[in-house]
């Protein structure tokens, strides 16, 4: 049975600044150039690319995922350690999780080092930079894939 439900890329406060926002931590990568990386890692697959500063926004998109979508990339920035409607949205997701961050927060400031995302997703990148969101577009379509097998 082939799938053919869209992936969601979820990206939340801050990194509409990317490209200018500490280039020492996150690159020099803008926001654009990521999902146009991230569309052409999708092939075929359809993709819902989101940013928001917003956490009911975030919230709201993972309840669109929940009703439509075949699996979820989110990087969810700062609500990453403390949204707990956020953890409970994810929560209720059927499919794969990839959780995703473009620094390794485990060698950050403390406060950046416990996710509360990181207790229901399927899978973390951190510490790969830009590039970890086209790794990351790979394996949940092939973990989307393997699910549908
Ligand atoms: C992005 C952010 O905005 C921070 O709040 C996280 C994450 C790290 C990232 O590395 O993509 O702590």
């Not at 920035?77 to 794969?96: C, E, N, Q, T, V």
């Not at 959780?99 to 399927?122: C, D, F, G, M, P």
Request: aromatic share 6%.
């Amino acid at each position: 049975m082939t799938d053919s439900r869209p992936i969601f890329i979820l990206n939340g406060p801050n990194l509409n600044r990317l490209g200018m926002r500490e280039p020492e931590i996150y690159g020099r990568t803008t926001l654009a150039e990521i999902e146009a990386m991230c569309r052409k890692a999708a092939a075929a697959r359809p993709v819902r690319f989101h940013q928001t500063n917003a956490e009911h926004q975030l919230v709201d998109w993972v309840h669109e995922a929940i009703d439509e979508g075949a699996g979820i990339l989110i990087n969810p920035a700062g609500l990453s350690f403390r949204s707990i409607p956020l953890l409970d949205a994810l929560k209720m997701f059927r499919g794969p999780i990839v959780e995703l961050h473009i620094s390794n927060i485990h060698r950050r400031e403390e406060i950046y080092q416990k996710s509360l995302v990181s207790t229901v997703a399927t899978a973390v990148i951190a510490g790969l930079g830009a590039r970890g969101y086209g790794f990351a577009v790979k394996a949940l379509i092939e973990m989307i894939e393997e699910r549908a097998a």
